[in-house]
């Protein structure tokens, strides 16, 4: 009898809490808008299973010596995981679109102020009893960067016990930028603005596409080291694609090494998707903040690149700076959709490419000030 | 509430620096793009087209020699009649 106790008691059934059977659905609601809604599947797809696994009792996933445990502390304590996602990321950028129309780099500038007003909104939200530090504001903040592995990076080194929900916030934004950004494009722009036809973008050579990646890793040694980490392998990721003597190792960086690592990264964040650190006031706050920092971070965008038409020679359709909140290439896919309806022989995608991987410049950059000022 | 103003007033702070900052870093880098790439480019041009320009004076050469366009063109069409029926017949 006493050993059909001892088996009871080390069932699932027995030991389960509130709490964990809550995150467990959770879990399967990421599974669910990955797979059956396609949201961001390479990412919720090891997320959500990795939140299901940590919320099992007994198991320990999470504990000291669990599984999830030495891949947390392994990769994303140490910020390897998002760094090493960067240089993969970095391998699969293409410069040429920014290289060729180098004023596309104020609509990625602009964007970034998603980042630096949500700062306010989640400070304010300490007036309705929440209780953000400035740390805690930034990580959160950085979800208007619209660009998941730079949100985990400055996440699990400013607030680490906000990172499952500021991951899941991130992610799950993106993979609505869609929806999100054209009500906001439409309601700042004229349908005449929407119809303007860009010029085509010029050539770019072999060498400018090497030098830049340099370029960019020297300006940001000189002027902001704290950045480096992020943007120095990127540049290393790009300079592989574009120096054309290692292609083993670009197509290594841009395929098998970014899956394996997006595998343990996904069930690393997963693992922080515990009850204790989620189901709380904080995450929907953190959930709230970050469609404000998407949305503002669209409406600068769009209003730079409206003043840009307005004061530039050349002609600027103000739908590509909504692409300056980087989300690659989503973002410019849905400025050329929403040109795409506004003059069906618009096509905007190569000069919203510019904007959109300047956001991805200008969120490592903006990490870089938020850790320099405050991490 | 005190501390509460003083959040406020840093978070204004860092709003205001981050964004000067990124304006300026991009910016810089703007300068970066105009001066020293394009004039890279302009200097190391692809050797890409390098070797079209390079096949245009071949061809130019080609013509000196006194096999004109037309007769090129003529041949070609030639050639692909005979592989034409050629493909028929089989």
Same mark, same amino acid.
């Given at each position: 009898?006493?050993?059909?106790?001892?088996?009871?008691?080390?069932?699932? @059934?027995?030991?389960?809490?509130?709490?964990?059977?809550?995150?467990?659905?959770?879990?399967?609601?990421?599974?669910? @808008?990955?797979?059956?809604?396609?949201?961001?599947?390479?990412?919720?797809?090891?997320?959500?299973?990795?939140?299901?696994?940590?919320?099992?009792?007994?198991?320990?996933?999470?504990?000291?010596?669990?599984?999830?445990?030495?891949?947390?502390?392994?990769?994303?304590?140490?910020?390897?995981?998002?760094?090493?996602?960067?240089?993969?990321?970095?391998?699969?950028?293409?410069?040429?679109?920014?290289?060729?129309?180098?004023?596309?780099? =104020?609509?990625?500038?602009?964007?970034?102020?998603?980042?630096?007003?949500?700062?306010?909104?989640?400070?304010?939200?300490?007036?309705?009893?929440?209780?953000?530090?400035?740390?805690?504001?930034?990580?959160?903040?950085?979800?208007?960067?619209?660009?998941?592995?730079?949100?985990?990076?400055?996440?699990?080194? @400013?607030?680490?016990?906000?990172?499952? /929900?500021?991951?899941?916030?991130?992610?799950?934004?993106?993979?609505?930028?869609?929806?999100?950004?054209?009500?906001?494009?439409?309601?700042?722009?004229?349908?005449?603005?929407?119809?303007?036809?860009?010029?085509? @973008?010029?050539?770019?050579?072999?060498?400018?596409?090497?030098?830049?990646?340099?370029?960019?890793?020297?300006?940001?040694?000189?002027?902001?080291?704290?950045?480096?980490?992020?943007? #120095?392998?990127?540049?290393?990721?790009?300079?592989?694609?574009?120096?054309?003597?290692?292609?083993?190792?670009?197509?290594?960086?841009?395929?098998?090494?970014?899956?394996? &690592?997006?595998?343990?990264?996904?069930?690393? &964040?997963?693992?922080?998707?515990?009850?204790?650190?989620?189901?709380?006031?904080?995450?929907?706050?953190?959930?709230?903040?970050?469609?404000?920092?998407?949305?503002?971070?669209?409406?600068?965008?769009?209003?730079?690149? %409206?003043?840009?038409?307005?004061?530039?020679?050349?002609?600027?359709?103000?739908?590509? #700076?909504?692409?300056?909140?980087?989300?690659?290439?989503? /973002?410019?896919?849905?400025?050329?959709?929403?040109?795409?309806?506004?003059?069906?022989?618009?096509?905007?995608?190569?000069?919203?490419?510019?904007?959109?991987?300047?956001?991805?410049?200008?969120?490592? &950059?903006?990490?870089?000030?938020?850790?320099?000022?405050? #991490? | 509430?005190?501390?509460?103003?003083?959040?406020?007033?840093?978070?204004?702070?860092?709003?205001?620096?981050?964004? &000067? $900052?990124? $304006?300026?870093?991009?910016? =810089?880098?703007?300068?970066?793009?105009?001066?020293?790439?394009?004039?890279?480019?302009?200097?190391?041009?692809?050797?890409?087209?390098?070797?079209?320009?390079?096949?245009?004076?071949?061809? %130019?050469?080609?013509?000196?020699?006194?096999?004109?366009?037309?007769?090129?063109?003529?041949?070609?069409?030639?050639?692909?009649?005979?592989?034409?029926?050629?493909?028929?017949?089989?």
């Amino acid at each position: 009898m006493e050993s059909l106790k001892v088996l009871w008691l080390s069932t699932g @059934l027995a030991n389960f809490e509130l709490g964990q059977v809550i995150m467990m659905l959770v879990g399967c609601g990421l599974l669910y @808008l990955a797979i059956a809604r396609n949201f961001e599947p390479l990412l919720l797809v090891p997320m959500g299973f990795g939140a299901i696994l940590t919320n099992i009792p007994v198991a320990g996933f999470s504990e000291v010596g669990g599984l999830l445990h030495f891949i947390y502390y392994a990769g994303i304590d140490t910020g390897i995981f998002p760094l090493l996602i960067f240089m993969g990321v970095g391998a699969m950028t293409d410069f040429g679109a920014l290289i060729a129309n180098p004023k596309t780099l =104020l609509l990625g500038a602009a964007a970034q102020f998603g980042i630096f007003a949500t700062l306010f909104g989640a400070i304010a939200l300490n007036l309705v009893g929440l209780d953000f530090s400035m740390k805690d504001a930034s990580a959160i903040a950085i979800i208007g960067g619209a660009d998941g592995p730079t949100a985990i990076f400055l996440a699990s080194k @400013l607030a680490p016990e906000l990172l499952g /929900a500021i991951a899941v916030a991130a992610y799950s934004y993106m993979a609505l930028v869609p929806i999100i950004q054209p009500p906001i494009m439409r309601a700042l722009t004229t349908v005449e603005e929407r119809k303007i036809e860009m010029a085509q @973008l010029r050539h770019v050579t072999k060498v400018e596409k090497i030098i830049f990646p340099l370029g960019v890793l020297m300006m940001t040694i000189f002027f902001l080291p704290a950045a480096t980490p992020l943007v #120095g392998m990127f540049c290393l990721g790009n300079l592989m694609r574009e120096c054309g003597v290692v292609d083993r190792l670009s197509s290594t960086a841009q395929n098998e090494l970014i899956n394996i &690592v997006t595998i343990f990264l996904g069930l690393g &964040v997963g693992s922080k998707l515990s009850a204790d650190q989620f189901l709380n006031a904080k995450t929907l706050g953190i959930l709230a903040l970050g469609a404000v920092a998407f949305s503002i971070g669209t409406a600068t965008g769009v209003l730079m690149a %409206k003043l840009m038409n307005k004061l530039s020679k050349e002609k600027v359709n103000p739908l590509i #700076g909504a692409a300056g909140v980087s989300a690659v290439p989503m /973002a410019a896919r849905v400025a050329n959709k929403v040109g795409l309806e506004a003059n069906p022989h618009n096509f905007l995608l190569m000069h919203a490419m510019g904007p959109n991987v300047a956001g991805v410049l200008g969120s490592a &950059v903006a990490a870089g000030i938020l850790l320099a000022l405050v #991490g | 509430m005190e501390n509460l103003q003083a959040l406020f007033v840093e978070a204004g702070t860092l709003m205001f620096a981050g964004m &000067v $900052f990124v $304006f300026a870093f991009l910016g =810089l880098l703007i300068v970066f793009i105009n001066v020293v790439l394009v004039n890279l480019a302009k200097k190391y041009p692809d050797a890409i087209v390098e070797a079209r320009s390079s096949s245009k004076k071949n061809n %130019k050469k080609q013509d000196g020699n006194g096999v004109s366009p037309a007769v090129v063109a003529a041949i070609s069409s030639a050639v692909t009649q005979y592989r034409q029926n050629q493909s028929v017949k089989k």
